[in-house]
């Protein structure tokens, strides 16, 4: 192992340049655990929002503001990341998940087959599609792909946030796919209209 790597507790970490964006100053991180976590996998795909996990394929796929997160039994990567800060803070919060699943697996209901089903056409398909702009994306299709990568958040579109009501459906779908919505829409928070 060379200097390249970041040793901490438990876990190393080293950033990757993309190699195929010669200009980019986005990197990829590799994070090496110490000790395996294979059988710990089906308790992290029930505890973490929209992944992706079939048993026995050895990974667990998650978008996660913005990068794609690969999870194995000794390595997790993680993509687009801005610099060491970044990847620190990254490494160290999903390394802290590890360590809260270990100490709860008891209380864990593990899962073993679990896929995002929700998709970019179907946000496009529910939102207002005038192409405002209002949520910073230049168009509602943009938008759509911007919340399933988790890059933004689904109350950025002012339409939506002004009137949750209308757009009940479209937010319980997402809540199921571990979509953070707005307050007001989650279950139990619905005030008489
Ligand atoms: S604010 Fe809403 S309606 Fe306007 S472009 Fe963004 S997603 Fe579309």
């Known amino acids: 192992m060379d200097d390249r790597w970041h040793r901490r507790e438990g876990y190393t970490f080293h950033l990757v340049n993309i190699d195929c964006m010669r200009q980019s100053t986005r990197f990829n991180v590799i994070m090496e655990l110490s000790e395996s976590i294979e059988g710990l996998l089906p308790y992290l795909a029930a505890v973490l929002?929209?992944?992706?996990?079939?048993?026995?394929?050895?990974?667990?796929?998650?978008?996660?503001?913005?990068?794609?997160?690969?999870?194995?039994?000794?390595?997790?990567?993680?993509?687009?990341?801005?610099?060491?800060?970044?990847?620190?803070?990254?490494?160290?919060?999903?390394?802290?998940?590890?360590?809260e699943v270990t100490s709860r697996k008891d209380t864990v209901a593990p899962v073993f087959q679990k896929r995002q089903d929700l998709t970019v056409l179907e946000i496009f398909r529910a939102l207002p599609a005038t192409n405002c702009g209002g949520c910073g994306y230049s168009t509602c299709m943009a938008f759509a792909a911007g919340v399933f990568r988790r890059e933004t958040t689904i109350e950025r579109c002012p339409p939506l946030a002004e009137?949750?009501?209308?757009?009940?459906?479209?937010?319980?779908?997402?809540?199921?796919?571990?979509?953070?919505?707005?307050?007001?829409?989650?279950?139990g928070r619905e005030t008489s209209r």
């Open 49 to 99: 929002p929209g992944c992706t996990y079939i048993h026995g394929s050895g990974v667990i796929n998650v978008m996660d503001d913005g990068h794609i997160i690969g999870i194995t039994g000794r390595r997790i990567t993680f993509t687009d990341v801005g610099d060491e800060n970044e990847a620190e803070a990254l490494c160290r919060r999903y390394f802290q998940t590890i360590r």
């Open 163 to 187: 009137n949750p009501h209308r757009y009940a459906a479209l937010f319980h779908k997402l809540a199921l796919n571990g979509h953070r919505i707005p307050e007001s829409t989650q279950p």
